[in-house]
């Protein structure tokens, strides 16, 4: 392992790039913080500077994802453009383009054990990207009468929650598949979409 070190003062950052190191190593529980000092090349007195343990330091880790994972997912979205469900099959599609370009990040938010409910700085983070996927589902049933419109909470929930699974079982474990996760993903939203009634009959 090649320690990365840390230049100008900004030891706080080079101790995040270290947790990321050791996380695709060890996984998100498998270092101590004094071994995190270590791979930034700084002594263990050092850290506690900046963090009063591992899961403070995960903790950080985790923030910082949940700001890159909403800001794709915003971009990904873009205001509904150019429909509705397209915009929401982006979103879809951005959850897996993070979760294979950060997976240190996508570890430490969702296999840390982490709760953002206790981290008062991961909440906020955590529920912009939620509603950005909210909004794209609330897009989806503007044609249905408002009694028959299913809560944008829980479409935005099922499809976290697939979205997760496809993640898990085909980009990041052992199963196989003959199809690519991107074409798995939509076309269970499609099929799950479909049985909500929230696809035009002409989809």
């Known amino acids: 392992m090649t320690k990365r070190g840390y230049h100008h003062g900004n030891l706080r950052q080079a101790l995040v790039e270290a947790a990321l190191a050791l996380i695709a190593e060890r996984g998100p529980q498998g270092f101590s913080l004094s ?4 791979q930034a090349d700084v002594t ?5 500077r900046h963090f009063a343990g ?6 950080e880790v ?29 979103t879809g599609r951005a959850y ?14 969702f296999e840390s054990g ?7 700085e991961l909440a906020p983070v955590a529920t912009k990207a939620r509603d950005v996927l909210e909004r794209a589902a609330a897009g989806l049933s503007g044609h249905l009468p408002p009694d028959r419109r299913p809560p944008p909470s829980m479409v935005s929930a099922h499809v976290w929650a697939m979205s997760h699974g496809v993640v898990e079982l085909y ?10 996760p991107e074409d798995l993903l939509e076309a269970g939203i499609g ?7 929230l696809l035009p009959p002409d989809k």
């Open 62 to 90: 985790a923030r910082q994802g949940y700001e890159i994972f909403a800001a794709l997912m915003e971009y990904a979205f873009d205001e509904g453009k150019p429909s509705a469900l397209a915009a929401f099959e982006a």
């Open 44 to 48: 263990p007195a050092a850290v506690y």
């Open 96 to 109: 897996l383009a993070f979760a294979r370009k950060y997976p240190g990040h996508y570890v430490a938010m």
């Open 191 to 197: 099929i799950y979409l479909r049985g909500l009634g």
């Open 35 to 38: 071994e995190a000092a270590k």
């Open 171 to 180: 980009m990041r474990g052992a199963a196989k598949s003959p199809f690519a």
């Open 114 to 120: 982490l709760s953002p409910q206790a981290w008062p």
């Open 54 to 59: 591992r899961d403070e330091l995960l903790a």
